[in-house]
């Protein structure tokens, strides 16, 4: 479902906005959390443990909420690139994949893994293998916006905590991402409705969930 009011994810610590897909946040906590963090179960030595900071009531935010930021412009002469990340199980055998069209398209495995995880590599990958300016198109609104709103920014002040002291789950992938984004200042992050019959987002779909389903 989608969110209709403002919030925080007892999760990943991130603002819920109007609009972000949401499920109940489940295990120890109570309220709502983004869907892509929800099922996003720690594995050792790959994700930090979740939160169990309370979420917000439906209605109610849970204290200081931040306005949500304009979408990110599109460099001049920008390349989009979509990417996605699926995982068989989660935590299970994942994949990622990022297309700029069907000619030129990269795919890969990892496991075990999580969904996030793939989203999270999915965008890294495309951002470390294309060069100039380039768009990332996802349909992770926890990939999105972590640019979009600078959540990095919490992240490395507090040296890779969230708000609640907690470490920042799957650093190992958002450290490298963060880092090539900055470095290279020419690169921005929208989002696509998941599974809405566009066309890219398709296509990088069935490619990541094919790597999942790899023996390789």
């Known amino acids: 479902m989608l969110a209709k009011f403002p919030g925080r994810c007892p999760r990943c610590e991130a603002p819920i906005r109007a609009g972000d897909e949401i499920v109940g946040a489940g295990g120890s ?4 959390a ?12 790959l994700a930090a443990p979740r ?26 002469g920008a390349t989009f690139v979509y990417t996605d990340g699926a ?3 989660n935590p299970g055998p994942g994949g990622w994949a990022w297309a700029i069209d069907r000619d030129r398209f990269a795919s890969g495995s990892e496991r075990p ?15 470390t293998a294309l060069s100039g ?30 708000s609640a002291k907690k470490p920042v789950a799957n650093r190992d992938l958002w450290e490298p991402l963060v880092l090539a984004v900055e470095e290279r200042g020419d690169v921005a ?3 696509v409705k998941g599974h809405s019959g566009h066309e890219m987002n ?5 490619l990541a969930v094919a790597a999942s389903l790899s023996r390789e």
């Open 87 to 89: 995982c068989s199980g």
């Open 34 to 45: 983004h869907a892509v963090c929800r099922d996003d179960l720690a594995l050792p030595g």
């Open 202 to 206: 398709d296509l990088v779909d069935e």
């Open 51 to 76: 939160s169990t900071t309370s979420g917000a009531p439906r209605g109610r935010t849970a204290g200081k909420v931040r306005a949500p930021r304009a979408a990110m412009v599109a460099p001049e």
């Open 29 to 32: 906590a109570t309220g709502w």
């Open 113 to 127: 893994s999580t969904n996030q995880r793939m989203e999270i590599r999915a965008a890294l990958e495309a951002v």
């Open 133 to 162: 300016p380039l768009v990332v198109v996802s349909d992770s609104t926890y990939v999105v916006n972590c640019f979009r709103d600078k959540w990095w920014d919490g992240w490395l002040k507090r040296g890779w905590t969230t």
């Open 189 to 191: 992050f929208q989002w």
